[in-house]
């Protein structure tokens, strides 16, 4: 079955870093693109970014461009989400999930078929 599974969250100041992990498994890796999303508590989930399944294109929110960056590594069956600059709004649980979907790629949660179980990002001002 298809498995999602995120680490690397933690308690960070801001202006710091982390990057995020999403180990997949269950499918084949190489034929989705992925994406990243957050929750921060009372909140709605948002998009942050998404990549296509080769890794050649990238899609960011507004309110992260410039300061986190996603890539996946197809052998590895791992997308990653680098969050550079940190900010205490960047908090919120964040989770990575897959879509079947491709041209364009989504930014909307329901266009996303299998979700990770979250990891959490805490950062302090």
């Known amino acids: 079955q298809v498995q999602l599974v995120e680490s690397g969250g933690g308690l960070v100041q801001a202006g710091g870093s982390l990057r995020l992990s999403c180990a997949a498994s269950?499918?084949?890796?190489?034929?989705?693109?992925m994406g990243w999303f957050r929750q921060a508590p009372g909140k709605e989930r948002e998009f942050v970014a998404a990549?296509?399944?080769?890794?050649?294109?990238?899609y960011y929110a507004d309110s992260v461009k410039g300061r986190f960056t996603i890539s996946r590594d197809n052998a590895k069956n791992t997308v990653y989400l680098q969050m550079n600059s940190l900010k205490p709004e960047d908090t919120a649980v964040y989770y990575c999930?897959?879509?079947?979907?491709?041209?364009?790629?989504?930014?909307?949660?329901?266009?996303?078929?299998?979700w990770g179980q979250g990891t959490q990002v805490t950062v302090s001002s």
């Open positions: 999930a897959r879509t079947s979907r491709t041209i364009p790629i989504p930014t909307m949660t329901w266009a996303y078929d299998y």
């Open positions: 269950g499918f084949t890796f190489s034929s989705n693109a």
């Open positions: 990549i296509r399944w080769s890794g050649g294109s990238t």
